[in-house]
């Protein structure tokens, strides 16, 4: 009779520290997709951004590459603003929609370059949460 209690207590134990131990998904809100969006484009237009300025020619000509800086700024702001939630979200959201679109009409200029066209994938991916994000402010 003894022993059946400890069989049960070393489940339990077993079952706990398995559930511990187990990492926990939650469903990320439009806002948190976001705001990784953000930090991923300004990643990506960082890395692209130094590809054009070793590049040089057309790559490295200010529209191309204003764009790219734009949009980094943007979207280090964007990405602060969003983990606060402030209420200035749907404004900056915006905005960071604005440069996203930039520099994807900059990138489309170089159909077959595929730095471009990631970039450009890139921040097509962030332009359709943050469209999200400024129509639910």
Request: hydrophobic share 35%.
């Amino acid at each position: 009779a003894m022993k059946l209690p400890v069989l049960v207590s070393t489940t339990a134990l077993s079952f706990c520290m398995a559930l511990a131990l187990t990492p926990l998904s939650f469903a990320q809100t439009t806002v948190e997709i976001a705001r990784g969006n953000c930090k991923s484009t300004s990643d990506r237009c960082q890395k692209t951004l130094t590809y054009c300025n070793a590049k040089k020619g057309a790559l490295g000509e200010n529209n191309v590459t204003d764009s790219l800086k734009d949009c980094i700024a943007i979207c280090n702001a964007a990405e602060n603003i969003l983990a606060r939630n402030s209420t200035l979200r749907g404004k900056t959201a915006a905005l960071a929609t604005e440069a996203c679109t930039s520099v994807a009409k900059s990138c489309d200029q170089f159909p077959k370059d595929t730095t471009m066209q990631g970039c450009a994938n890139e921040v097509r991916k962030c332009i359709g949460n943050l469209q999200k994000v400024n129509e639910s402010k």
